[in-house]
């Protein structure tokens, strides 16, 4: 009988434990001498009771190879309560049969002052623990339920309804079953994963895998092996994933997120595997194929993390519809204008610039280009589509070669037919490393029909244009206030609606009012033929000439257009 003591102990450099023994009695008892124990401890403040009992201590000591029984209920404030019955086979062998009951985890801080317990509510935990001398316990009989459980600390809005693990033996798959709340949006996860057994030791058959998960109308399915679970090598799952409606996933996002676009019928299927044992170094995806109402795509990808964030890969699709993926988007604030670049002299022979445009009506939008993106990861993309929507347009034949290394970017080439059976061949590039970045692109189409451009504004004509640029800058008005190189433009066939006749000649007819009846009708185009040179953001025209309903207009050497500050300095015949 032990009564009134304490006992404290050292956990730590600096953590005390205390137990405190408010009585303990361990006695035999009958003609069988069965030994009995009871009493109440406290331990660092918290309450508990002890009661049970076990087989005689004469056998015990002697070393009797017969199972010694031993029956353990420890219970605690709360409904804290913790069973062990079973026996013991000397000199280490035993059998236990475990069972725990803990309505709140974190009751069990005093006894786990080091653990991080998680938020959980309503554990319960049974299992066989079985041990033989050489090795370490065997569990079997495992099973664990999770009640209802808030866990704001682990995702926001994420509610555990229910959980259950089981594993019947180490040589059979564990399984789980998991429901939970995300918001207002019910998500499960269900199925099986390999034998326990093949975790404590090389060699053996693959690791199955086979889980189940929905979120909503959404499903997901995993299925596979892995052909050593110790090491997280070898993974080979096949992944499959249907969504009705995406953007009700949205209350899954963290809040403030991207916007998810509003894609109907998603479908997604893929073979993974390891870069780096456990992914360490990235992800594989073979076989990868995406569908949507937007499109669909298949190829492969890989998507490295280490020594940096890398994605390469393939891509095929027969369509894809860039403005319905954007449709969701939302739409960033223009920045504050960028002051232009210090102005250089122009060419002698230009004549007299105009006022420079008014801060509201400037031309070139104050658009800041996403160049710092180049600084997060190295790409090496290939793309074919036989069909894509974007920009209002519809292009046929796409293809594309995407590479980024270290903040130097290069597309080379992205080629299509657009706009009515035109060819269109874009080569660009950008370099992040430069201080302003620098920015190149090279453009070739024939045969345009300009009416099929959305942003023609109803003008129309077959469109042919040449183009070599060069500059540095964060923004459009920066790219083009810096600009070298040449543009040449061509049109045949054409016209000019009046609603841009009455916008392009707003100023000059308050000067001359005889003009107002060329807005009243469309104006035919003939042939237009342009040639502009670039330097530091001074485009002299060379040439600028039109065929038009109103008769022949331009002349070689015209002029300038002054980028900078969007004014025209031009001579016209």
């Given at each position: 009988l032990l009564t009134g003591s304490r006992i404290g102990w050292k956990a730590g450099p600096a953590a005390a434990r205390e137990l405190a023994v408010t009585r303990l009695a361990l006695a035999p008892r009958g003609a069988d001498r069965v030994l009995r124990v009871g009493g109440a401890v406290v331990l660092d403040g918290l309450h508990l009771t002890l009661e049970g009992e076990a087989g005689p201590a004469a056998a015990l000591l002697a070393g009797d190879p017969a199972p010694w029984?031993?029956?353990?209920?420890?219970?605690?404030?709360a409904g804290l309560a913790l069973g062990i019955e079973g026996s013991l086979t000397p000199p280490t062998g035993y059998h236990l049969a475990v069972t725990a009951r803990v309505p709140e985890l974190a009751r069990l801080a005093p006894l786990l002052p080091d653990a991080p317990l998680p938020p959980l509510r309503g554990v319960e935990a049974a299992a066989v623990l079985t041990g033989r001398e050489g090795g370490p316990p065997a569990v079997s009989g495992l099973r664990l339920v999770l009640g209802e459980s808030p866990l704001d600390a682990v995702l926001s809005g994420l509610v555990l309804d229910r959980a259950v693990f089981t594993l019947a033996a180490p040589d059979q798959p564990l399984?789980?079953?998991?429901?939970?709340?995300?918001?207002?949006?019910?998500?499960?996860?269900?199925?099986?994963?390999?034998?326990?057994?093949?975790?404590?030791?090389?060699?053996?058959?693959?690791?199955?895998?086979?889980?189940?998960?929905?979120?909503?109308?959404?499903?997901?399915?995993?299925?596979?092996?892995?052909a050593d679970p110790r090491a997280g090598t070898g993974i080979d799952l096949g992944l499959t994933a249907t969504a009705p409606e995406l953007a009700a996933l949205a209350p899954l996002l963290p809040p403030g997120g991207a916007a998810l676009p509003p894609l109907r019928d998603v479908t997604l299927a893929a073979r993974i595997a390891e870069r780096g044992a456990r992914f360490a170094d990235g992800v594989e995806l073979r076989e990868l194929r995406l569908?949507?109402?937007?499109?669909?795509?298949?190829?492969?990808?890989?998507?490295a993390t280490r020594p940096r964030?890398?994605?390469?890969?393939?891509?095929?699709?027969s369509r894809i519809d860039l403005d319905a993926l954007r449709a969701a988007v939302p739409v960033a604030s223009a920045a504050p204008p960028t002051?232009?670049?210090?102005?250089?002299?122009?060419?002698a022979a230009a004549p007299a610039a105009a006022p420079a445009a008014a801060p509201g009506r400037r031309v070139i939008p104050d658009l800041a280009l996403p160049l710092e993106a180049l600084r997060l990861a190295d790409a090496d993309l290939r793309?074919?589509?036989?069909?894509?929507?974007?920009?209002g347009l519809d292009w046929?034949?796409?293809?594309?070669?995407?590479?980024?290394?270290?903040?130097?970017?290069?597309?080379?080439?992205?080629?299509?037919?657009?706009?009515?059976?035109?060819?269109?061949?874009?080569?660009?590039?950008?370099?992040?490393?430069?201080?302003?970045?620098?920015?190149?692109?090279?453009?070739?189409?024939?045969?345009?029909?300009?009416?099929?451009?959305?942003?023609?504004?109803?003008?129309?004509?077959?469109?042919?244009?040449?183009?070599?640029?060069?500059?540095?800058?964060?923004?459009?008005?920066?790219?083009?206030?810096?600009?070298?190189?040449?543009?040449?433009?061509?049109?045949?066939?054409?016209?000019?609606?009046?609603?841009l006749l009455v916008?392009?000649?707003?100023?000059?007819?308050?000067?001359?009012?005889?003009?107002?009846?060329?807005?009243?009708?469309?104006?035919?185009?003939?042939?237009?033929?342009?040639?502009?040179?670039?330097r530091e953001g001074i485009a002299m025209a060379r040439v600028l000439l039109a065929e038009t309903g109103l008769g022949r207009i331009g002349a070689e050497g015209a002029g300038a257009i002054n980028l900078r500050d969007e004014t025209l300095a031009l001579r016209l015949n």
């Amino acid at each position: 009988l032990l009564t009134g003591s304490r006992i404290g102990w050292k956990a730590g450099p600096a953590a005390a434990r205390e137990l405190a023994v408010t009585r303990l009695a361990l006695a035999p008892r009958g003609a069988d001498r069965v030994l009995r124990v009871g009493g109440a401890v406290v331990l660092d403040g918290l309450h508990l009771t002890l009661e049970g009992e076990a087989g005689p201590a004469a056998a015990l000591l002697a070393g009797d190879p017969a199972p010694w029984p031993l029956r353990l209920a420890l219970a605690g404030e709360a409904g804290l309560a913790l069973g062990i019955e079973g026996s013991l086979t000397p000199p280490t062998g035993y059998h236990l049969a475990v069972t725990a009951r803990v309505p709140e985890l974190a009751r069990l801080a005093p006894l786990l002052p080091d653990a991080p317990l998680p938020p959980l509510r309503g554990v319960e935990a049974a299992a066989v623990l079985t041990g033989r001398e050489g090795g370490p316990p065997a569990v079997s009989g495992l099973r664990l339920v999770l009640g209802e459980s808030p866990l704001d600390a682990v995702l926001s809005g994420l509610v555990l309804d229910r959980a259950v693990f089981t594993l019947a033996a180490p040589d059979q798959p564990l399984g789980l079953e998991i429901a939970a709340r995300i918001g207002a949006v019910p998500v499960t996860l269900a199925g099986t994963l390999g034998a326990s057994l093949a975790l404590l030791g090389p060699g053996g058959p693959p690791w199955p895998v086979e889980l189940r998960a929905t979120a909503g109308a959404a499903r997901l399915a995993l299925a596979g092996t892995v052909a050593d679970p110790r090491a997280g090598t070898g993974i080979d799952l096949g992944l499959t994933a249907t969504a009705p409606e995406l953007a009700a996933l949205a209350p899954l996002l963290p809040p403030g997120g991207a916007a998810l676009p509003p894609l109907r019928d998603v479908t997604l299927a893929a073979r993974i595997a390891e870069r780096g044992a456990r992914f360490a170094d990235g992800v594989e995806l073979r076989e990868l194929r995406l569908a949507s109402s937007a499109g669909d795509l298949a190829g492969v990808l890989s998507v490295a993390t280490r020594p940096r964030l890398a994605v390469t890969g393939q891509l095929a699709g027969s369509r894809i519809d860039l403005d319905a993926l954007r449709a969701a988007v939302p739409v960033a604030s223009a920045a504050p204008p960028t002051p232009p670049a210090a102005p250089a002299t122009a060419p002698a022979a230009a004549p007299a610039a105009a006022p420079a445009a008014a801060p509201g009506r400037r031309v070139i939008p104050d658009l800041a280009l996403p160049l710092e993106a180049l600084r997060l990861a190295d790409a090496d993309l290939r793309l074919t589509v036989q069909a894509l929507r974007a920009g209002g347009l519809d292009w046929h034949e796409v293809s594309t070669h995407a590479v980024s290394r270290e903040g130097r970017a290069r597309l080379d080439p992205l080629a299509a037919t657009v706009a009515g059976a035109g060819r269109i061949t874009l080569r660009a590039a950008a370099d992040i490393t430069s201080t302003p970045p620098t920015v190149q692109l090279a453009l070739h189409g024939e045969g345009l029909d300009l009416g099929a451009i959305p942003a023609a504004g109803g003008a129309t004509g077959r469109l042919g244009i040449e183009a070599d640029l060069r500059s540095q800058g964060r923004d459009l008005r920066a790219l083009a206030a810096g600009a070298f190189g040449h543009l040449g433009l061509t049109l045949r066939e054409g016209s000019l609606p009046p609603r841009l006749l009455v916008s392009a000649l707003a100023g000059l007819r308050q000067r001359v009012p005889g003009l107002d009846g060329l807005a009243a009708q469309p104006v035919a185009l003939g042939c237009v033929a342009a040639r502009l040179e670039a330097r530091e953001g001074i485009a002299m025209a060379r040439v600028l000439l039109a065929e038009t309903g109103l008769g022949r207009i331009g002349a070689e050497g015209a002029g300038a257009i002054n980028l900078r500050d969007e004014t025209l300095a031009l001579r016209l015949n």
